[in-house]
Nanobody
Framework: QVQLVESGGGLVQAGGSLRLSCAAS????????MGWFRQAPGKEREFVAA????????SYVDSVKGRFTISRDNAKNMVYLQMNSLKPEDTAVYYC??????????????WGQGTQVTVSS
């Protein structure tokens, strides 16, 4: 079973940057697409970005295009989410997940515990 652990969240002012990391505990990570999702209080979990198993394909929700970049390092079993030009509406708990390359969270098999990102105005 794959275990995922997110880190890198925190409090940042609007316009600032954060880099989220997700460490996978098992080798199967290398054959899985990885996704980042977020959930704000009172809202449903929302797709943010995904990267294919080999890093050649990426997908982003429109609201983060041009600001966020997803990447992965298969040698280190790591996936990253670089977030620039952060806005207060980016405030949420961010989760990484492993599964097929998809935007539907129900398609993903493994989930991390989440890391809080708070953007102040």
């Amino acid at each position: 079973q794959v275990q995922l652990v997110e880190s890198g969240g925190g409090l940042v002012q609007a316009g600032g940057s954060l880099r989220l990391s997700c460490a996978a505990s098992r080798r199967p990570f290398i054959t899985s697409a990885m996704g980042w999702f977020r959930q704000a209080p009172g809202k449903e979990r929302e797709f943010v970005a995904a990267v294919s198993w080999d890093g050649t394909r990426t997908s982003y929700v429109d609201s983060v295009k041009g600001r966020f970049t997803i990447s992965r390092d298969n040698a280190k079993n790591m996936v990253y989410l670089q977030m620039n030009s952060l806005k207060p509406e980016d405030t949420a708990v961010y989760y990484c997940a492993a599964g097929p390359f998809a935007v539907d969270p129900t398609k993903y098999v493994y989930w991390g515990q989440g890391t809080q990102v708070t953007v102040s105005s």
